[in-house]
């Protein structure tokens, strides 16, 4: 799921040429894919190093256009286009030669081909330099192994390690795929506020995207844009960019989880079933499955996967990477959905003791896990006890607008009404196509329901899942706590079927 470094090829073969390129003020290293002018390092991608080594280690020869391809590309399918663009930006750094000819020549249908005189001689690296060249990789791996403790604090410090990175080696790819899920994983901390961080939103979608222009074939970055693209609201390119992660590395279990989280429906359950064929007992893979489950009302098959996930995460320990949340929340409400309101009732109440954890989401899946409490003990008539719990839920999350339509049914004996214009006393508004969100048409619901107007909550929700895009939007709907789903099972047939329909 986020970024794995990788050595290519081409450096493992340079690192045994053990070769420097004179000419001019400028030399090439082979062995640390680097160019300096006057012994200052000019900031270049590896593919544009490696295609200058190739056309300085033959001065005057003619390399054609797939002997430079295949040389510095190797099996990765590119149009004569990406080799352009790096005779191009070559070209504009390496100059004319003394005769104020370019010193990269084009010969037509013939290639390209090195004019000016050429020096080698064998590098000997110091240990600064090999400090040097170390302290970059050092970083980035300090700054993916914080990343994967999930952990709010650890993220934070991610995101500095990744910025120290990119300052000393602006061209790095891996670099920006780290600062970029350092960046996503921030936001997503924030998602559920009133004013997320939609400025780390942005700094994680530059990163990904430039990523992804400095290496096209590197799997890690598509992956990583995958997920930014799915936050943006951009759905369609992020499948796209999930799936070309697959594509060029299709044993990687992070980008089958990837691809898991931003997709829906068949395609979800198949990534996360191969991601768990890849990652046995990952955790978050068997919670991915269970959601689907849930939207096409499978409650059994749901449970499944939670169990078989917890067992997993207990198995693994609590230092684990990337660490699970949610998991007990979810079963706990499929475990209220059938009646059984103490065994629900334990199973948040391990939820809740993960919110100590720090994990990024632990504020959120409390929130969650407050409200269900509170629901739960609505459904005993113990007003008190859901105040408290509703308050709990909004205390952490301020727009949590069930909580708060809890807490509204608990002191206005009025909490439901028939006039969906007067829907704004829960803080509803429909959207431009004068539908509401799928998310305020659940409230809106639960207004009904407590007034008795089962009929009524249950056509506003197949509405607003009849106007919502392709997505996991309503999943939640057969165990959602307020709308008391399977106790009107015929009346909330038609909005069940919708939502197997979207999630097939």
């Known amino acids: 799921m986020w970024a794995t470094f990788r050595w290519s090829t081409l450096q493992s073969d340079a690192l045994a040429s053990r070769t420097v390129y004179a000419f001019g003020s400028f030399e090439v290293d082979a062995a640390a894919r680097r160019l300096t002018r006057g012994g200052e390092l000019v900031p270049l991608p590896d593919r544009h190093v490696g295609v200058l080594i190739e056309l300085v280690a033959s001065p005057g020869s003619i390399l054609s256009k797939d002997a430079l391809i295949h040389a510095v590309w ?15 930006a070559l070209r504009r750094i390496v100059g004319d030669t003394a005769a104020g000819t370019p ?19 064998a590098s ?24 994967e403790t999930l952990e709010r604090d650890q993220i934070v410090r991610a ?6 990175v990119l300052a000393s080696a602006p061209d790095q ?19 559920t506020d009133a004013r997320p961080d939609a400025a780390a939103l942005a700094i994680a979608t530059n990163h990904a995207r430039e990523a992804c222009r400095l290496s096209p074939d590197y799997a890690e970055a598509w992956a990583t844009l995958g997920f930014v693209l799915e936050r943006t609201g951009h759905r369609i390119d ?44 990952f ?115 301020s727009q949590h607008r069930l909580a708060a339509l809890g807490l509204s049914a608990i002191t206005q004996a009025h909490a439901g009404t028939k006039n969906a214009s007067r829907l704004g006393v829960y803080g509803l508004r429909p959207g431009a196509s004068g539908q509401l969100s799928i998310d305020f048409a659940f409230v809106a619901a639960a207004a009904f329901v407590k007034n008795g107007e089962a009929t009524e909550a249950a056509r506003i929700v197949d509405d607003a899942l009849a106007a919502a895009a392709p997505g996991n939007a309503g999943w939640l709907l057969p165990i959602e706590p307020m709308l008391q789903v399977a106790a009107n099972a015929e009346i909330w047939a038609p909005a069940l079927a919708r939502l197997r329909t979207r999630a097939s």
Not at 159 to 164: P, T
Request: charged fraction near 25%; aromatic fraction near 6%; proline fraction near 2%.
């Open 74 to 88: 190797r099996d990765v399918a590119v149009t004569d286009n990406s080799l352009e663009q790096a005779i191009s």
């Open 103 to 121: 010193s990269i020549q084009t010969v037509a249908r013939q290639g390209y081909r090195f004019v000016g005189e050429v020096t080698r001689r």
């Open 124 to 147: 000997r690296a110091t240990d600064e330099a090999l400090d040097e060249l170390l302290a970059p990789h050092r970083a980035w791996v300090e700054g993916r192994a914080a990343i």
């Open 159 to 164: 995101r500095a390690a990744f910025e120290r």
């Open 173 to 191: 790819p891996s670099a920006r795929v780290g600062l970029a899920n350092a960046c996503i994983l921030q936001f997503e901390m924030t998602r």
């Open 238 to 281: 992020a499948l796209a960019a999930s799936r070309r992660a697959i594509t060029l590395e299709p044993d990687n279990w992070r980008h089958h989880l990837r691809l898991a989280s931003v997709s829906w429906g068949e395609e979800r359950l198949r990534e996360a079933h191969r991601t768990l064929a890849l990652m046995p007992g």
């Open 283 to 397: 955790s978050l893979a068997h919670w991915l499955a269970a959601t689907v489950h849930v939207a096409r009302s499978a409650l059994a098959e749901a449970e499944r996967e939670l169990v078989a996930g917890l067992a997993g995460q207990t198995s693994i320990g609590s230092v684990a990477k990337f660490s699970s949340v949610a998991l007990h929340w979810l079963h706990g409400l499929l475990l209220l959905a059938r009646g059984e309101d103490d065994a629900a009732l334990a199973a948040f109440e391990r939820e809740l003791a993960l919110e100590a954890s720090g994990h990024l989401y632990a504020r959120e899946c409390c929130a969650n896990t407050w409200y269900a409490i509170g629901a739960l003990r609505c459904g005993r008539n113990d007003l008190e006890g859901a105040r408290h719990a509703f308050q709990e839920a909004v205390q952490r999350v």
